[in-house]
């Protein structure tokens, strides 16, 4: 995604993939979830040759129900960068999923992977991925006509709520109607958990820029995650085969 909201053909989450406490046949995504995550691609970790997924060992807070639960990297680039700095094998492929098929598949049992950048504490000391929305100085939401409905847009990284602030700010002022918009972040795993649960209908998560570039690269033929191409290498990457042709 761009500006525009777009999805693309993703990888399916097939049964031999999930964590033991997973169901053997996956159920059917719920519609409201379906429709809240439609925009929300993340990406997973896998060795290429088993399929495996990368995940880690979690306990309840109690201790109990010992369980090894998908880690979910919401930003590709970023999911790139923690590879190489783990020391982890290179050679994992970064499978992009839908937000809604994993949460279906795991019964919203995943760990969500943000950046340093997009991640913060809690009041209660607990960690948790920042989404961004929309708002005026009145504290009123910014809405979108998506799919007919109109949705509250959760953006997964402040870049790409910054850009669309940008242009819907030139927009506005082009119909007339300069209008002051404000970025703020708000916990994305509530939200999420809130839409999971049923009670949140008028939401809608939109991927981080580089989940989004990684898709069309995925499309195009990548697999390795390290092979990621960030904004300023596909640049150079143009560049160089326009001097070469």
């Avoid at 999923?97 to 340093?116: C, H, K, P």
């Amino acid at each position: 995604m761009r500006h525009g909201l777009v999805t693309i053909a993703l990888f399916c989450l097939g049964p031999l993939l999930l964590p033991a406490h997973a169901r053997e046949t996956p159920p059917p995504v719920p519609p409201a979830l379906a429709e809240a995550m439609k925009y929300f691609n993340v990406v997973l970790l896998a060795d290429p040759e088993s399929g495996r997924l990368s995940v880690e060992v979690r306990r309840d807070a109690d201790g109990t129900n010992q369980r090894e639960v998908i880690v979910a990297y919401i930003d590709a680039e970023d999911a790139r960068n923690q590879l190489a700095a783990s020391g982890a094998p290179a050679a994992l492929e970064g499978r992009p999923v839908n937000a809604a098929e994993l949460i279906t598949n795991t019964g919203g049992d995943v760990i969500w992977r943000g950046t340093s950048a997009n991640t913060e504490l809690t009041a209660s000391g607990e960690v948790t991925v920042i989404g961004y929305h929309i708002h005026n100085e009145l504290d009123q939401s910014l809405t979108q006509n998506v799919d007919g409905k109109a949705k509250t847009l959760v953006y997964m990284d402040k870049e790409t709520a910054l850009k669309a602030q940008e242009a819907f700010e030139a927009k506005l002022a082009a119909a007339g109607n300069p209008v002051k918009l404000i970025v703020s972040p708000a916990d994305a795993l509530d939200l999420i958990e809130q839409v999971r649960t049923g009670a949140r209908n008028d939401l809608v998560f939109v991927s981080a820029r580089s989940t989004d570039r990684w898709l069309e690269q995925w499309d195009a033929g990548a697999r390795l995650i390290s092979d990621y191409k960030d904004e300023s290498q596909e640049a150079i990457e143009a560049l160089a085969d326009a001097l070469f042709q």
